[in-house]
């Protein structure tokens, strides 16, 4: 039972590249999500989907792109790189519906850092 | 949009004491509460939750929180902690029928054993 797995764990760029951060699910979930994690911030919304093939954007979506082509995959891409998006990211998924919606499954992380 | 507010962002406590966590939150309509929890080096798990019923819920290794409406609050409580419980602990608010959950900033709990 992998839950929500997440690739690359571990990445450093250099400011101005792009990167790929994977999110997949084997649970069947409807909703997917992308926080970022930052000292003192707690965890903010990036972009989210509530299904495949759509998305929508979060608190904090500038700097980033994403694509849910595939139910259980969530991708969540840099195309240009900044100090500012050093970071941990957390994907999360959860079912659909009033109750469950909003019970959350998260993946072990991604460190980011932006040189 | 919803936001929610925990004070007190590091605490430090020993053994056997008792814990209390504060969150607040402005949304003024039916909403879904939610603590998580994040042991070190690991990811955030549930803790509780509370959709409806009985304000008082209990959730996992003792602990629990008390939803009171009119003080827009959801305090998180344990009476006696122990060192595994050292962990960085997120209230987390949904407005329903809104789908994305609004997270506080987190309180960094240290246990001294």
């Known amino acids: 039972n992998a839950g929500v797995t997440q690739t690359p764990k571990f990445r450093v760029l250099k400011t101005g590249q792009s990167m790929t951060l994977l999110c997949a699910q084997d649970m069947n979930h409807e909703y997917m999500y992308w926080y970022r994690q930052d000292p003192g911030m707690g965890l903010r919304l990036i972009h989210y989907s509530v299904g495949e093939g759509t998305t929508a954007k979060g608190e904090v979506p500038d700097g980033y792109n994403v694509s849910r082509l595939k139910k259980q995959n969530f991708l969540l891409g840099l195309e240009s790189a900044a100090p500012s998006q050093t970071s941990v990211y957390f994907c999360?998924?959860?079912?659909?519906?009033?109750?469950?919606?909003?019970?959350?499954?998260f993946g072990a992380g991604s460190r980011l850092t932006v040189l | 949009a919803q936001s929610v507010s925990q004070h007190n962002h590091h605490v430090i406590l020993s053994e056997a004491a008792s814990l209390e966590l504060g969150c607040n939150y402005s949304y003024g309509g039916t909403v879904n509460l939610f603590w998580y929890v994040q042991y070190p080096g690991q990811h955030l798990q549930l803790l509780l939750k509370y959709f409806s019923g009985d304000p008082l819920v209990k959730g996992i290794k003792g602990f629990e929180a008390e939803f009171i409406k009119s003080k827009f609050s959801f305090n998180l409580r344990k009476p006696s902690v122990q060192w595994s419980d050292t962990a960085e602990y997120f209230c987390?608010?949904?407005?329903?029928?809104?789908?994305?959950?609004?997270f506080g900033k987190g309180n960094q709990v240290v246990v001294i054993p």
């Open positions: 987390a608010v949904n407005a329903r029928p809104n789908n994305r959950l609004a």
């Open positions: 999360a998924s959860s079912y659909s519906g009033a109750s469950g919606a909003n019970v959350l499954t």
